[in-house]
C-alpha cells in the first residue's frame, strides 16, 4: 500500500496550488483521508479531512475558505485545492489514509511521503 503525494512548489503568496495523494495497492473508497502539514521544529497538525463519499469535509480554522479538499474514489486519489496562499502555510504536506480514530488526530493507517509547499512574501 502507498500514497504518493505530490503538486507542492514554490508560490508567491495570494498564488494556488494543487496537491494530488495517489493511492495504491488497496482502495480508500471506504475511509476517512486527510491531509497535515508539518514545519521544523513542529508537530504534524491537521489541515484537512475527506470523508469516504466525499460529502463531509473539515478544515482547521487557518484555512476554511481558502483550502478544498476533495476525492475521486474511482481514481483513489484525493485533491487539496490551495488559494490565496500565505506565508505560513509554508510546510511539508503530507496526506494520510484510514483514520482510526478522530479525523484530526493525525492516527491514520497509511501516510504519503510528504511534498514541500514553500510560498514567498
Known amino acids: 500500500v502507498q500514497l504518493q503525494a505530490s503538486g507542492g512548489g514554490l508560490v508567491q503568496a495570494g498564488g494556488s496550488l494543487r496537491l494530488s495523494c495517489a493511492a495504491s495497492?488497496?482502495?480508500?473508497?471506504?475511509?476517512?483521508m486527510g491531509w497535515f502539514r508539518q514545519v521544523p521544529g513542529k508537530e504534524r497538525a491537521f489541515v484537512a479531512a475527506?470523508?469516504?463519499?466525499?460529502?463531509?469535509?473539515y478544515y482547521v480554522d487557518s484555512v476554511k475558505g481558502r483550502f478544498t479538499v476533495s476525492r475521486d474514489n474511482a481514481k483513489n486519489t484525493m485533491y487539496l485545492q490551495m488559494n490565496s496562499l500565505k506565508p505560513e502555510d509554508t510546510a511539508i504536506y503530507y496526506c494520510?489514509?484510514?483514520?482510526?480514530?478522530?479525523?484530526?488526530?493525525?492516527?491514520?493507517?497509511?501516510w504519503g511521503q510528504g511534498t514541500q509547499v514553500t510560498v514567498s512574501s
Open positions: 494520510a489514509a484510514d483514520a482510526t480514530s478522530d479525523y484530526y488526530r493525525g492516527q491514520y493507517r497509511y
Open positions: 495497492g488497496r482502495s480508500f473508497s471506504r475511509s476517512f
Open positions: 475527506i470523508n469516504w463519499s466525499g460529502g463531509s469535509s
